[in-house]
T-cell receptor
């Protein structure tokens, strides 16, 4: 059974700092890995999707890496802003029609 | 783009009543729907997976007679919480997987969620 863990559970940083969120998964046989953002009481917004054959994906200030063999992914956020404050979830997919298994989430707060 | 419309966004009901949550896919055919539950400060837990026209597959520990899922068309799936109790209070999110009507590309999109409070 796939298990996904995210560290840290919560993080508070001052505006402008670069930061890294970590995600680890127990079964390396994944189809893809996805990072989401969730604002309080809201649904999910997809940030980055990395296929199993890829090593990283970039979108603006966000960069996600994937090391399938070690069961790890990181989300790097450059020059953080207060608007980045949210919960970040990573999720892995085992196959094309397989369900997503979500991580425990990291609650990020970027302070002024 | 592919959008999932989830309704209602929040609902308050009395204990013992039933509540229906709808998810509609816009601009794509949702061949598979996933229903998740999220308790405060916890991650999403998959409740069930349904394919259009078939019975839903429930995750271990989820009561299928309590959480009724209907996926009768490629654009609509419903989750009915029957005889709701306070412990059913949670945030319910649907996710739809399918092909874009115009693009033909595979999509996976989440609804905005429904907050259920049972008094």
């Amino acid at each position: 059974k796939q298990e996904v863990t995210q560290i840290p559970a919560a993080l508070s940083v001052p505006e402008g700092e670069n930061l890294v969120l970590n995600c680890s998964f127990t079964d390396s046989a994944i189809y893809n890995l996805q990072w989401f953002r969730q604002d309080p009481g809201k649904g999910l917004t997809s940030l980055l999707l990395i296929q199993s054959s890829q090593r990283e994906q970039t979108s603006g200030r966000l960069n996600a890496s994937l090391d399938k063999s070690s069961g790890r992914s990181t989300l790097y956020i450059a020059a953080s802003q207060p608007g980045d404050s949210a919960t970040y979830l990573c999720a892995v997919r085992g196959g094309t029609a397989s369900k997503l298994t979500f991580g425990t989430g990291t609650r990020l707060q970027v302070t002024l | 783009g592919a959008v999932v419309s989830q309704h209602p966004s929040w609902v308050i009901c009395k204990s013992g009543t039933s509540v229906k949550i709808e998810c509609r896919s816009l601009d794509f055919q949702a061949t598979t729907m996933f229903w998740y539950r999220q308790f405060p400060k916890q991650s999403l837990m998959l409740m069930a997976t349904s394919n259009e026209g078939s019975k839903a597959t429930y995750e271990q520990g989820v009561e299928k007679d309590k959480f009724l899922i209907n996926h009768a068309s490629l654009t609509l799936s419903t989750l009915t919480v029957t005889s709701a109790h306070p412990e059913d209070s949670s945030f319910y999110i649907c996710s739809a997987s399918g092909q874009g009507i115009r693009s033909g590309a595979n999509v996976l999109t989440f609804g905005a969620g429904s907050r259920l409070t049972v008094l």
